[in-house]
């Protein structure tokens, strides 16, 4: 069974931070009870419960998961590509001190998955299977990465998506 999980106080008190400064990238922690079968199929089905979660709040989201493609990539890859989306959102981040924002940054992240690490198995998601991309496929672009930590006896993964335009 895989089943969304409420971030704990601190990390939501980071998160809303990152939102009022404007920040567009959302993030979804996916616990999940069993050891998988295929490690892409849990990863495929977090990227599929985030879309469920999406549909709750924005009923017209389209999505259709078996046309959902991804690829495994490392931590170093993954993190400049996201870090660009968490601190360069179309108008630009409320706070423009780059050391808050990379302290903010690293705090989140130390959090979700205990930073950046060899240990994380991460998949890009293709963004042309869900309405949800549109906005993004625009112009600024639109990301879906689901993330685990093999280091920890966590069962979770972090999905973490953005998509957004002028």
């Not at 549909?55 to 690829?71: G, H, M, N, P, Y």
């Not at 993190?79 to 660009?84: A, M």
């Not at 930590?149 to 957004?164: P, Y």
Request: avoid cysteine; proline fraction near 2%; aromatic fraction near 14%.
């Amino acid at each position: 069974m895989i089943y969304s999980i409420d971030p704990s106080r601190e990390l939501r008190t980071l998160l809303n931070r990152f939102d009022a400064m404007n920040g567009v990238v959302q993030y979804e922690v996916i616990g999940f009870d069993e050891e998988p079968t295929t490690d892409y199929g849990l990863h495929q089905s977090a990227a599929s419960l985030f879309m469920r979660l999406e549909k709750e709040r924005f009923d017209e989201l389209e999505f259709d998961i078996q046309k959902a493609t991804a690829v495994l990539i490392d931590a170093n890859s993954f993190q400049q590509v996201y870090e660009g989306a968490f601190t360069d959102p179309p108008y630009g981040l409320s706070e423009k001190n780059k050391d808050v924002v990379g302290a903010l940054f690293s705090e989140i992240n130390r959090h979700l998955f205990g930073g950046f690490h060899d240990e994380l198995e991460i998949y890009s998601w293709s963004s042309d299977w869900s309405s949800y991309f549109d906005a993004g496929n625009e112009w600024w672009g639109a990301f879906l990465w689901t993330v685990r930590n093999r280091q920890t006896a966590r069962r979770q993964i972090i999905v973490i998506a953005a998509s957004t335009t002028d």
